[in-house]
């Protein structure tokens, strides 16, 4: 079945530095990619998605790259703020049409020391 | 700006009472969801709706029942709670954009069943 596998956590990191948290999963198809944030206290918010293979999306300066090749959809940020903060879900949608069944990995808590 | 406003916070219930949860959304979305997020897992979907007075199982739906009468509004019953129902639970609705849903979450009822 289909399945999204993320890096454990929590992620401890001092400003500026960079971030990677990996993402791979496992579909049938060409499912569409998505990374959600969740910041202390609230709901999910989209934070990007790619739609096909080799796709960029990208967000308030964080980045992935859909990669058929290695089932992959790393998230990365060149340079982390405390505002960062949260916890972050890679998520697949692998049916077409008006379904919205998401598919989430485990999160992964991200912690940005000043 | 969509809203998907869940009606409680915090809630806490005692084994075998029924639980209501309530989802509202303001953005005349088609489709609502109900998923649990617990440590380690993720989000796991449990319910969700096209429609009105329509509903689907999802992966976990053992233990719940969903009611949707009217487009906005999408309800999770707990029939009788149990205490491995303590969780966190989130309210979505989606809107089919550009091929690729986004889903619009709600802040969460953490319930906890004594």
């Not at chain 1, 993402?23 to 198809?29: E, P, R």
């Not at chain 1, 569409?32 to 096909?52: D, H, N, R």
């Not at chain 1, 998401?102 to 991200?110: A, K, S, W, Y």
């Not at chain 2, 409680?8 to 989802?23: D, H, I, M, N």
Request: one cysteine or more; aromatic letters at 12%; a neutral charge.
């Amino acid at each position: 079945g289909n399945s999204v596998t993320q890096m454990e956590g929590p992620v401890t990191l001092s400003e500026e530095a960079f971030l990677t948290i990996n993402c791979t999963y496992t579909a049938t198809g060409y499912p569409s990619l998505f990374w959600y944030v969740q910041y202390p206290g609230e709901g999910l918010q989209l934070l990007l998605k790619a739609t096909k293979a080799d796709d960029k999306g990208s967000n308030k300066g964080f980045e992935a790259t859909y990669r058929k090749e290695t089932t992959s959809f790393h998230l990365e940020k060149g340079s982390v703020q405390v505002s960062d903060s949260a916890v972050y879900f890679c998520a697949l949608s692998a049916s077409s049409g008006n379904t919205g069944k998401l598919i989430f990995g485990q999160g992964t808590t991200l912690q940005v020391k000043p | 700006d969509v809203k998907v406003t869940q009606s409680s916070r915090y809630l806490v219930k005692r084994t075998g009472e029924k639980v209501f949860l309530e989802c509202v959304q303001d953005m005349d979305h088609e489709n609502m969801f109900w998923y649990r997020q617990d440590p380690g897992l993720g989000l796991r979907l449990i319910y969700f709706s096209y429609d009105v007075k329509m509903k689907e199982k999802g992966d976990i739906p053992e233990g719940y029942s969903v009611s949707r009468e009217k487009k906005e509004r999408f309800s999770l019953i707990l029939e009788s709670a149990s205490t491995n129902q303590t969780s966190m639970y989130l309210c979505a609705s989606s809107l089919l954009q550009g091929g690729s849903e986004k889903l619009f979450f709600g802040s969460g009822t953490q319930l906890s069943v004594l």
